[in-house]
């Protein structure tokens, strides 16, 4: 990183052209591109650059010369601090509109896709109060703004919120969270005012101390609540009055869960889950399907949308009931159940035991027959082998992390031929870098990005590959 020249410390005029993955506008001066704080595409505005690094700099406005025609207000008044919902700032329609022009984009650029019968994105109903799951942390180091910085010798330093972007020890105290439905705010508010109050220890996340550590909220389109307390080194009664406290506040908690984590990361995989109260699941419903959800299942984030994702991908498949469908990273299972009335058998493929346990128990749940789990890495499972056994797919539905596919899982798609890949993706570049590789046989046929997140940059997209004949 250099010194700021003097000459271009300060522009003017400079006109968004577009907005990146950070929520920052897009503007150019010359040769250097400019990331510029809480700039929308179409505002003119004066900047200061604070940072250069060879032909990018970072910049902030100093004044409007024009606002764009999609700004809008900012909802939440953590915005610009919080690292979560950094498109705030840009109206709704422009959001899905600049989701779909880089979801198009990475295909043509990175895949050599023929785009030009690409199906509309399709927009979140609720873009407010949509996920089903939140964590927040405990730290003794809270983010002071300016104004705690004015009042901070009558400021606790305790906090209950999200991680600060860039700063893995200091917390943004969170008055009033939009992603999650009450009565999500009132149980956070509540267990930090009870904490403060009895002189709990909030946990140190450099010297690895304190009795508080996390806090997960859960909830279902059912109705029903699942709590998590995560404890790191708080006393025995310091846990029971904390949990009481939130059974007694809260009956409409249906799971009521507490861990002790003493280990130096958040990850919850590996510990114990203890039952306060209530149940040890909570159930999301789906077309009749039920899914059981525990404190460590997987489960799409937006209830109402993941919906609405798996019918575009059922719609794609265009199933006709003789089928007998391999449902790659397959999770908890969820996508596979989905289609099973629909086909005559699924094979659903994951890494993680755990959900694989999950896809199993919920299959039994829903009485479904047809649906064999397996878990493993993608490329040590998915072999000629285990192909030659379970028979060759008709239909492939493959919805990777955001890394894509591994190669070597390309190369068995190519192999096998089945007649028609669904593929799902929350990483368009890592997609259309994998669908570059599987047009040596395959076609785009459909194309529809969703949207899973409002408020950010994250898109989800379907696309359908028919084999050549």
């Given at each position: 990183m250099k010194k700021v020249p003097a000459e271009i410390q300060f522009l003017e005029n400079i006109t968004i052209i577009d907005i990146a993955e950070q929520g920052k506008g897009v503007g150019k001066h010359q040769d250097l591109v400019l990331f510029i704080d809480k700039a929308v595409p179409g505002d003119v505005v004066d900047i200061e650059i604070t940072r250069v690094k060879k032909n990018l700099a970072e910049a902030k406005i100093t004044a409007f010369k024009q606002h764009s025609a999609d700004r809008t207000e900012p909802f939440c008044a953590h915005f610009g601090t919080c690292g979560g919902c950094k498109w705030q700032h840009l109206?709704?329609?422009?959001?899905?509109?600049?989701?779909?022009?880089?979801?198009?984009?990475?295909?043509?650029?990175?895949?050599?896709?023929?785009?030009?019968?690409?199906?509309?994105?399709?927009?979140?109903?609720?873009?407010?109060?949509?996920?089903?799951?939140?964590?927040?942390?405990?730290?003794?180091k809270r983010w002071l703004d300016e104004d705690d910085m004015a009042n901070r010798d009558d400021l606790s330093m305790d906090a209950l919120g999200f991680h600060v972007p860039g700063r893995f020890d200091k917390i943004l105290e969170i008055e009033h969270c939009y992603l999650q439905a009450e009565p999500s705010n009132a149980i956070r508010n509540s267990v930090r005012e009870y904490a403060l109050k009895n002189e709990f220890s909030f946990y140190d996340l450099r010297q690895h101390e304190g009795a508080l550590r996390n806090l997960i909220i859960r909830t279902s389109s059912t109705g029903e609540i699942m709590v998590i307390v995560v404890f790191a080194y708080a006393n025995k009664k310091e846990m029971k009055g904390l949990m009481t406290h939130l059974k007694d506040s809260f009956p409409e908690i249906t799971s009521l869960l507490y861990i002790?984590?003493?280990?130096?990361?958040?990850?919850?995989?590996?510990?114990?889950?203890?039952?306060?109260?209530?149940?040890?699941?909570?159930?999301?419903?789906?077309?009749?399907?039920?899914?059981?959800?525990?404190?460590?299942?997987?489960?799409?984030?937006?209830?109402?949308?993941?919906?609405?994702?798996?019918?575009?991908?059922?719609?794609?498949?265009?199933?006709?009931?003789?089928?007998?469908?391999?449902?790659?990273?397959?999770?908890?299972?969820?996508?596979?159940?989905?289609?099973?009335?629909?086909?005559?058998?699924?094979?659903?493929?994951e890494y993680v035991p755990t959900a694989i346990e999950d896809a199993k128990a919920n299959a039994e749940l829903n009485q479904i027959t047809n649906a064999e789990f397996y878990a493993g890495d993608m490329k040590d499972i998915l072999t000629p082998d285990f192909i030659a056994e379970h028979g060759k797919a008709d239909v492939v539905i493959t919805d990777p992390p955001r890394a894509g596919m591994h190669p070597d899982v390309v190369a068995r798609l190519l192999e096998m031929e089945a007649e028609k890949i669904v593929y799902v993706s929350c990483n368009a570049a890592t997609q259309a870098r994998d669908i570059a590789l599987l047009q040596e046989k395959y076609t785009v046929s459909r194309i529809r990005p969703v949207d899973m997140f409002p408020q950010t940059q994250h898109v989800e997209n379907v696309v359908l590959l028919v084999l050549k004949k």
């Open positions: 109206s709704y329609q422009a959001q899905t509109s600049f989701k779909q022009k880089t979801v198009l984009d990475a295909l043509e650029r990175l895949g050599g896709v023929n785009t030009t019968g690409a199906e509309p994105i399709l927009g979140s109903a609720k873009t407010q109060y949509y996920r089903n799951k939140l964590e927040f942390t405990f730290s003794n002790e984590n003493q280990k130096k990361n958040d990850t919850i995989f590996d510990q114990e889950i203890v039952v306060f109260n209530g149940l040890d699941h909570i159930f999301e419903e789906m077309e009749g399907l039920k899914f059981k959800i525990g404190a460590k299942s997987f489960y799409q984030t937006n209830s109402a949308q993941a919906y609405e994702l798996y019918k575009i991908t059922r719609d794609f498949a265009d199933l006709k009931g003789n089928e007998l469908v391999y449902d790659l990273y397959t999770g908890a299972g969820t996508i596979a159940q989905f289609v099973a009335q629909k086909v005559k058998k699924v094979i659903g493929v």
